[in-house]
T-cell receptor, first 109, second 114 residues
Framework: EDKVVQSPLSLVVHEGDTVTLNCSYEVTNFRSLLWYKQEKKAPTFLFMLTSSGIEKKSGRLSSILDKKELFSILNITATQTGDSAVYLCAVVADNRLAFGKGNQVVVIP | EAQVTQNPRYLITVTGKKLTVTCSQNMNHEYMSWYRQDPGLGLRQIYYSMNVEVTDKGDVPEGYKVSRKEKRNFPLILESPSPNQTSLYFC?????????????FGNGTRLTVT
């Protein structure tokens, strides 16, 4: 059975802090790993990672994949209150997409 | 504007009364999918469709039906809803099958079955 485990499940930080979110996986025939941000409603796409060691960046967010150790990290630097959300990791393997339970991030002023 | 549209946004119904949640996308995407999201369980796939007239079961298909008669529409049908189907439902689409291009999600349908 495919497993996608995110940690920590929940964290509270102050504005300006750096956040590191972890997603580890055990799947058959890995194809890609995706990160989404979910605020009050629909998840919105952040990154898609298919190759090890290549960092994807978008503003203060960045992500990297390690296919040997089977995990990905999502970093948020200089956090703002607008970064408060649940961050979802999803792994595509064979024909299926499996989501983790999410990392809930709360950024307080 | 490119989007996935679900209706209704909120629905309260009684056990056994058939209902349909509609989903439409205007991006000419081949792939469409339905998920339910429950506290502590995350997002779980119900059904997906690779193209018109091609549908397949996801992880939790029991109690649900889908159809894909046109490329843009992918309705979710609950023939006889039960309280354990109370959940937040998301429709999503992507240009190609999931994992090869990102999913675009609708805004969700919160269903309560009493």
């Amino acid at each position: 059975e495919d497993k996608v485990v995110q940690s920590p499940l929940s964290l509270v930080v102050h504005e300006g802090d750096t956040v590191t979110l972890n997603c580890s996986y055990e799947v058959t025939n890995f194809r890609s790993l995706l990160w989404y941000k979910q605020e009050k409603k629909a998840p919105t796409f952040l990154f898609m990672l298919t190759s090890s060691g290549i960092e994807k960046k978008s503003g203060r967010l960045s992500s990297i994949l390690d296919k040997k150790e089977l995990f990905s990290i999502l970093n948020i630097t200089a956090t703002q209150t607008g970064d408060s959300a649940v961050y979802l990791c999803a792994v595509v393997a064979d024909n299926r997409l499996a989501f983790g339970k999410g990392n809930q991030v709360v950024v307080i002023p | 504007e490119a989007q996935v549209t679900q209706n209704p946004r909120y629905l309260i119904t009684v056990t056994g009364k058939k209902l349909t949640v509609t989903c439409s996308q205007n991006m000419n995407h081949e792939y469409m999918s339905w998920y339910r999201q429950d506290p502590g369980l995350g997002l779980r796939q119900i059904y997906y469709s690779m193209n018109v007239e091609v549908t397949d079961k996801g992880d939790v298909p029991e109690g649900y039906k889908v159809s894909r008669k046109e490329k843009r529409n992918f309705p979710l049908i609950l023939e006889s809803p039960s309280p354990n189907q109370t959940s937040l439902y998301f429709c999503a689409s992507s240009l190609r099958r999931e994992g090869y291009s990102p999913l675009h999600f609708g805004n969700g349908t919160r269903l309560t079955v009493t």
